[in-house]
RNA sequence: GUGGGCGUAGCUCAGCUGGUAGAGCAUCGCGUUGUGGUCGCGAGGGUCGCGGGUUCAAGUCCCGUCGCUCACCCCA
């Protein structure tokens, strides 16, 4: 029986990609993967879970955006539920590094890329359901303070072997606003760092009036904004702060730390981190160094790769583990370049070739050539059924396969490939045709506008 | 969570003041009895999101509901 027809709707947050989007996005986590490896950063998974009380209290305003988990056929005690799926990966990190301390050998570096969830509003770049690829540092008791310069220049290279064009990578400490902010009088960091957060968005009007109507005076509000004013990507930040007159050792600190890390940054990779004292963003357990990535053209997009520096997210009441992590939104970066850019895949399979079937009967011809591409590392597979040679080509066409083999197409009775881009046909033989190396796997097609 | 927009074929959409549902693209077939892409011809495919109401008659008007989407919030 065919069941009654029903409607199949997408849900909004969880997406779900094409396998030519989806080639695209394992090239990035591939990439990804080779620099985050290249660095020694060493591999690990977490489950999907944490206890609720855990996630709480860690991420703000994330808090109400965290999905609890219950068995539907379980009991109805009227708890609520215990287990949530983890909003980032380093709370469940900081968890993972307590349970385990007495194993792991500090200070432990490592990546994780898994799936977060976030129960927010979806909207274009922005999910409910996505991949991050994060890397941390972590160590006992006291960070080294150049693992924060450290962050941001690994994924710089991963995005530079990447096809996202140019970034830029804005690096604050929190310190520095605080100190300032302090230093003013005004006492109330978050809330002010939260509205001066919106400086480019609603503009420095706007920001100014909602400092005052938070209770700041009107020469308070022109500090605050004269400091988010201040960029570069050299040292020259210190003086232009250092010239707004402002007192204050938290202030100091910043500076400090800033400064050493926008150092590493022009010395390494010159051009791609820039000191940005706005930048404030990032969960409530930052406490120094911040990042945030735009794409150069495309800053609509927000950031696409952001994190900092955590002094006592993972503590166990005795010794705290401080770290700093930094972790690039896989799904958000990848949406954006295949829908804004019409970046795709060469291809929507995997398979370089196409092994063309004569008749049924020969079949078992096609599958030994089949056989000996996989062997020698060829991604193939074996038309699904003998139709006329035209509609095996059109196959391959239709799914970006770039060659098609023909058994027994030789005059001498041997094979032959055809490129079907070009229609070039020419004798081969399975045991030691090359494949293009640039035709092996599916690459990356970049449109030109 | 708050507010706006939109739900018609696989996709993008048209469908006026209510009158028995259309186009392009895609798919499949044939032209082309074993080498694709172009072109021509043809075919399949729709409980008009769902439920209720008004009406002789609802894709069209009204109410509700669900979903998607955009913005706010927040963030990758």
């Known amino acids: 029986m065919t069941p009654p027809a029903q409607k199949v709707t997408p849900i909004s947050g969880f997406p779900e990609l094409l396998p030519a989007e989806r080639l695209l996005e394992l090239h990035f986590l591939d990439t990804v993967r080779e620099v985050f490896e290249l660095h020694g950063f060493a591999p690990l998974e977490t489950r999907a879970v944490e206890p609720v009380e855990r996630l709480l209290g860690k991420g703000g305003d994330a808090d109400k955006e965290i999905y609890g988990i219950r068995r539907l056929a379980g009991e109805d005690t009227g708890r609520e539920s215990e287990l949530g799926l983890h909003f980032d990966l380093t709370v469940p990190f900081a968890r993972y590094v307590l349970e385990n301390a007495g194993k792991l050998s500090f200070p432990f570096r490592r990546y994780q890329v898994q799936k977060v969830w976030r129960g927010e509003r979806p909207q274009e770049g922005r999910f409910r359901e996505f991949t991050q690829a994060d890397i941390d540092v972590v160590d006992v008791g006291t960070l080294a303070p150049h693992f924060e310069a450290e962050m941001p220049l690994v994924i710089a290279e991963a995005f530079r072997r990447l096809p996202v064009g140019e970034f830029r990578i804005q690096v604050n400490n929190r310190k520095v606003p605080e100190g300032f902010y302090l230093g003013i009088g005004l006492t109330d960091v978050a809330g002010t760092l939260r509205v001066v957060d919106k400086l480019a968005k609603i503009g420095p009007e706007k920001v100014a009036a909602q400092l005052v109507e938070a209770g700041a005076t009107d020469e308070q509000a022109r500090q605050c904004l004269a400091l988010a004013g201040i960029r570069s990507e050299d040292l020259s930040f210190v003086d232009e702060v250092r010239a707004l007159g402002v007192e204050h050792p938290v202030l100091d600190e910043g500076l400090d730390a800033l400064a050493a890390v926008i150092r ?73 370049l295949v829908t804004k850019r019409g970046l795709t895949a060469s291809r929507s399979t995997p398979a370089a070739v196409l092994v063309a079937v004569v008749d049924e009967d020969t079949r078992a011809r096609s599958v030994a050539v089949a056989a000996a591409l996989r062997a020698r590392g060829v991604p193939c597979e074996v038309a699904p059924s003998a139709a006329k040679f035209g509609k095996q080509i059109r196959y391959a066409d239709r799914r970006g396969i770039p060659f098609v083999w023909f058994p027994g197409a030789g005059d001498d009775g041997g094979d032959q490939v055809k490129d079907i881009r070009s229609g070039d046909q020419v004798d081969a033989d399975a045991a030691s045709w090359e494949c293009p190396a640039a035709d092996l796997r599916p690459g990356v097609v970049i449109p030109q506008h």
């Open 264 to 336: 590493a940054g022009t010395e390494q990779a010159p051009g791609t981190l820039v000191a940005d004292l706005s930048i404030a963003r990032g969960l409530d357990y930052y406490t120094g160094t911040v990042y945030e990535t735009q794409v150069v053209g495309n800053e609509e997009w927000g950031s696409v790769c952001s994190g900092g520096r955590y002094d006592s997210l993972a503590s166990d009441g005795r010794t705290t583990y401080p770290g700093v992590g930094i972790s690039i939104g896989l799904s958000r970066l990848v949406h954006l």
